[in-house]
């Protein structure tokens, strides 16, 4: 996976997790946000961005590439792992399986109760996947997404980047996730956020993740839809710098 490294080697370790259909860049906002005493560590998921020339083809394969990014990036103890939408599913599973690199979790806008009727939601995300490297359809999507102006043109490449065999894949993924069963043992400190207005099945995802962790934290953020890290990086960077 293409990664960029943020902050001194020595410093605390995050790993950030990008959503589906954007890519590392999606961070950017809270980055510059988060100040210089931590050290950032933002992958480019398989088939999105800088990894686009290898597709996308399941969480328990990008999973396992995770743990090794995150063995060679920080060798001397855990990490915690922040994710956003698809990303957050993986920061679940990374907490679940892998409890030896990572000892903290921040769950934003992960959905946790599969969506009915997969199949026929991924047939027609593969049918219409052509659309996304049409630029007037890319910005449209990007303002659902709540992405900035000053960041439209990165989602516009990277959405005319990801295949089809990416999208499907992902999508099917995300869809189908359920919490895994090592997450109601994970020993660390886990954080669950998701927007006052997103969908309902989001805000039951959170309330899910929430209750088979004990003692895990839950938050719902005002006036966010599905968006937080771009619509509130000011509001994430200091609650995660107190939080971490």
């Keep these: 996976m293409y990664v960029r490294t943020f902050g001194p080697p020595e410093a605390?370790?995050?790993?950030?997790?990008?959503?589906?259909?954007?890519?590392?860049?999606?961070?950017?906002?809270?980055?510059?946000?988060?100040g210089d005493g931590l050290r950032l560590i933002v992958p480019d998921l398989p088939g999105h961005g800088g990894s686009s020339g290898e597709p996308y083809r399941s969480h328990d394969r990008t999973v396992r590439e995770l743990a090794g990014l995150l063995a060679r990036e920080n060798p001397d103890g855990p990490a915690a792992?922040?994710?956003f939408s698809l990303g957050a599913q993986l920061a679940?599973?990374?907490?679940?399986?892998?409890?030896?690199?990572?000892?903290?979790?921040?769950?934003?806008?992960?959905?946790?109760?599969?969506?009915?009727?997969?199949?026929?939601?991924v047939g027609l995300v593969?049918?219409?996947?052509?659309?996304?490297?049409?630029?007037?359809?890319?910005?449209?999507?990007?303002?659902?997404?709540?992405?900035?102006?000053?960041?439209?043109?990165d989602y516009v490449r990277t959405s005319a980047g990801i295949s089809r065999r990416t999208l499907t894949a992902a999508v099917g993924e995300n869809i189908r996730f359920t919490v895994p069963a090592g997450w109601a043992g994970f020993p660390g400190r886990a954080l669950v956020l998701a927007g006052e207005r997103e969908?309902?099945?989001?805000?039951?995802?959170?309330?899910?993740?929430?209750?088979?962790?004990?003692g895990s934290g839950l938050a719902v953020v005002g006036e966010c839809g599905h968006g937080i890290p771009l619509q509130r990086p000011g509001w994430l960077a200091e609650r995660l710098r107190a939080w971490l």
């Design 12 to 34: 605390p370790a995050v790993l950030l997790l990008h959503g589906g259909g954007v890519a590392g860049w999606m961070w950017d906002p809270l980055r510059e946000r988060l």
């Design 81 to 83: 792992v922040v994710g």
């Design 92 to 121: 679940v599973l990374l907490a679940a399986s892998r409890d030896d690199l990572v000892d903290r979790a921040v769950v934003v806008s992960a959905q946790a109760v599969p969506t009915p009727f997969p199949a026929l939601t």
């Design 126 to 153: 593969g049918a219409t996947a052509g659309l996304a490297r049409r630029r007037w359809f890319a910005r449209l999507q990007a303002k659902e997404l709540f992405v900035p102006e000053s960041l439209m043109e």
């Design 199 to 214: 969908r309902g099945l989001m805000l039951d995802s959170a309330r899910v993740l929430h209750g088979a962790l004990p």
